[in-house]
């Protein structure tokens, strides 16, 4: 799913090609997305969370953590780092009204990887690195000399992934958050986005009537 940006318009877009978007009111029917009561309290639950952010800034941390690691027990790698967000689909099902964020660290060694011994010790290595982070629950996609893949998984569906293929990579991929102007705007209004909470649940009391 890509990132969205400028909700509102998108879907004014979307419907200027399609009938029965919204009804005589210029309202959607609710029903045919999450109920209001479940997207508040969704709200609740990312409101209690770091803004995206904020949360980018510590998956970047963990991130250079493990790098710094295998460095030191393997020799320095180069390592070609990148940072973003993304809607995703932890960002889907009771979110999905949210405009929330997953944040992506991924780090790529080109053209260099870890194998036989070497691999169980890179495990162990990256293993002790995420545990401090909550990172517990280890699942192996792959064990083969010329694949190999396995995934720490932590909490709010986040994942740290440790491979080696053509290359040796990291990735980490969060759990869903919200923006700090997604975050300024519940504390303002309530929810995210006031005009497009009103098309979706147009008896909601959650928001003033007039802004």
């Known amino acids: 799913m890509a990132r969205r940006v400028g909700l509102i318009s998108l879907f004014a877009l979307a419907c200027a090609s399609l009938t029965g978007c919204a009804d005589e009111r210029g309202t959607l029917p609710a029903q045919q997305y999450t109920d209001e009561a479940t997207t508040l309290a969704a709200i609740d639950e990312l409101m209690a969370q770091p803004s995206a952010e904020a949360a980018q800034a510590t998956f970047d941390e963990l991130g250079d953590e493990i790098r710094i690691a295998l460095d030191d027990e393997f020799g320095a790698f180069t390592w070609d780092v990148e940072s973003s ?90 759990g869903c958050y919200l923006t700090q102007v997604g975050r300024d705007a519940v504390e303002q209004f309530g929810v995210p986005d006031p005009d497009y909470w009103r098309l979706l649940y147009p008896d909601s009391t959650a928001i003033p009537t007039e802004r």
Do not use: K, N, P
């Open 85 to 174: 967000f993304g809607s995703g689909s932890v960002c889907g099902g009771r979110y999905d009204m949210l405009e929330g964020q997953a944040v992506y660290v991924s780090a790529r060694a080109q053209d260099q990887i870890i194998d036989g011994d070497d691999w169980a010790r890179a495990v162990d290595v990256v293993s002790d690195v995420v545990a401090a982070s909550g990172y517990d629950d280890e699942f192996v996609v792959s064990d083969e000399s010329s694949s190999r893949q396995i995934e720490f998984y932590g909490d709010r569906d986040s994942v740290v992934r440790l491979y080696s293929h053509t290359s040796l990579g990291v990735a980490i991929d969060s």
